[in-house]
């Protein structure tokens, strides 16, 4: 049972370009989400899905864009990036018994 | 807005002492998370707790919640070195029970000292 798997680890972007985070989990939970982490800053929700072909923003949700075509993935979508996307991503899937979190992405924007 | 206060957010602390991290927050819920994370890791779930007047015990670590003063708290009792590690609390207060999403404390970074 692998949980939540996230794809890549680490990543470098220039300004400007795109990319895409991968987040797939197994566990066949309706419910999945995105969140970065800054230093000292606790985590921030930047998108979140109740179920496929559903999604919804959260609190930091500009400059992103999310899809769940399938129960099992939720990728998450960066345009143009820029340096304050700088930051470490995890995704999550679970239910109010409990959340399980990859094991995240670190991206920096140079 | 939900907004979820740790306090303190920074802690050092003696092997073999007791001492408590506290979570406040500001919207009525009754299900809060606590998570442990190490450095460069992800989190991992310590206690899930549901209910007003739910107490969770693993080791040394025992957390509670008190849905009434908005309030959660997480003891650890005799700290030893390997519970050093940025611990979460996070609050799931959507309105009707039904879009789940935690929203995050800012973290108490715990380091304990031989």
């Known amino acids: 049972n692998a949980g939540v798997t996230q794809t890549p680890k680490f990543r470098i972007l220039k300004i400007g370009q795109s990319m895409t985070l991968q987040c797939t989990q197994d566990m066949n939970h309706n419910y999945m989400y995105w969140y970065r982490q800054d230093p000292g800053m606790g985590l921030k929700l930047i998108y979140y899905?109740?179920?496929?072909?559903?999604?919804d923003k959260g609190e930091v949700p500009n400059g992103y864009n999310v899809s769940r075509s399938t129960t099992e993935d939720f990728p998450l979508r960066l345009e143009l990036a820029a340096p304050s996307q700088t930051s470490v991503y995890f995704c999550?899937?679970?239910?109010?018994?409990?959340?399980?979190f990859g094991s995240g992405t670190r991206l920096t924007v140079v | 807005e939900l907004k979820v206060e740790q306090n303190p957010l920074f802690l050092s602390m003696q092997e073999g002492k007791n001492y408590t991290i506290y979570c406040n927050y500001s919207?009525?819920?009754?299900?809060l998370y606590w998570y442990r994370q190490d450095p460069g890791k992800s989190l991992e779930s310590l206690f899930v707790l549901l209910s007003n007047g739910a107490v969770k015990q693993e080791g040394r670590l025992m957390a509670s919640l008190d849905t009434k003063a908005r309030l959660s708290t997480l003891h650890i009792t005799a700290a030893v070195h390997d519970l050093s590690a940025t611990y979460f609390c996070a609050v799931d207060a959507s309105p009707g029970g039904s879009n789940y999403k935690l929203t995050f404390g800012k973290g108490t970074l715990l380091t304990v000292n031989p």
């Open positions: 999550a899937s679970g239910r109010p018994s409990g959340y399980t």
């Open positions: 899905s109740v179920g496929a072909g559903i999604t």
């Open positions: 919207t009525t819920s009754d299900r």
